[in-house]
């Protein structure tokens, strides 16, 4: 699960924010300054003062930068905060930038979150399964499952654009990294055992909500704790709730609605629920809870309530 509703409203009203990257992997300063976090001001003092991330330059005279410089640029951020300067920086061939970025961390144990985001971008921008797998397992292993998907994986979907609450179309290096998240997710879940006795929890996502690996995370959670779940994944039709209702007993639902679309039918969500599963509590990650009865259903704002409420019950 996206750290909840955090994700939909906070960094920068995430579900609407402009997709960073585009499918020929090149980047205007706006979009460049805010994958890396170096400011547009830094990135022209460079460019002047030492010929630094010099970006090619259209007719128009706009700078366009590569993934190639990207990457770059990324892990010159991270040796920055870590106290590195520019001027040594910039005199650096890329092979000896990674040498010093994989140095750094592995004398910066606990405080290396950002290394992993930026190489898990790197293994999305290259298409590199191989890299993707190892800093994914490396970054699990060190950090543990969920500080690792709050801390990691959902700032690195940050940071790419990945717009999991958007009617867009995803470039194929959001596509890339999600499949492969999903793939991690889905594949520690079928490590767990799945005797319960345990309430059922019903997940799914309302018609129009397609990106599913909050939902995912959700299930892998429930799971580890010993919950029945079953899961009907993404763009669920009303009328198949209805089915599940009359077949299946369900103590509990959890349901995303952030898109706009499936904002527009959330009064028809709640009232299905209600209708299909009448001694069940509902539990909804909403992106606007305006004008709707709270009394009907449970809002969880962050994922530690969404834990806390599993650990409770």
Known sequence: MYCIKKIANNYANYYFCPTYLNIMGHYNINQFSKITGITKFVLRTWENRYGYLKAERTKTNIRIYSDKMLIRALNTNYLI??????????????????????????????????????????????????????????????????????????????????????????????????EHIKQKIAAETNNIDLHSNKDTWLLFL???????????????????????VIYLGSNVPLDSLYEVGQKVTINKTLFFSIANLSQEKIKSTIKCLNVSFQNASHFGIINNINNLNEEEFTVLNNLNDFIGIIKDI
Do not use: R
């Open 81 to 178: 905060e870590h106290s590195y300067k520019i001027s040594k920086i910039a005199k650096m061939s890329d092979s000896e930038i990674k040498k010093l970025v994989f140095e750094v961390t592995k004398k910066s144990e606990g405080e290396n979150e950002k290394y992993y985001i930026n190489e898990l971008i790197s293994s999305a921008l290259n298409f590199d399964s191989k890299k993707f797998n190892s800093i994914y397992d490396e970054g699990m292993s060190n950090l543990g499952l969920i500080p690792f998907y709050e801390k990691v994986l959902i700032k690195t979907l940050q940071k790419i654009g990945f717009l999991w609450l958007s009617k867009q179309f995803s470039p194929s290096q959001e596509h890339f990294l999600s």
């Open 206 to 228: 309302p018609e129009n909500e397609f990106h599913e690996i909050g939902l995912l995370f959700a299930k892998l959670l429930l799971i580890k704790y010993k919950f029945n």
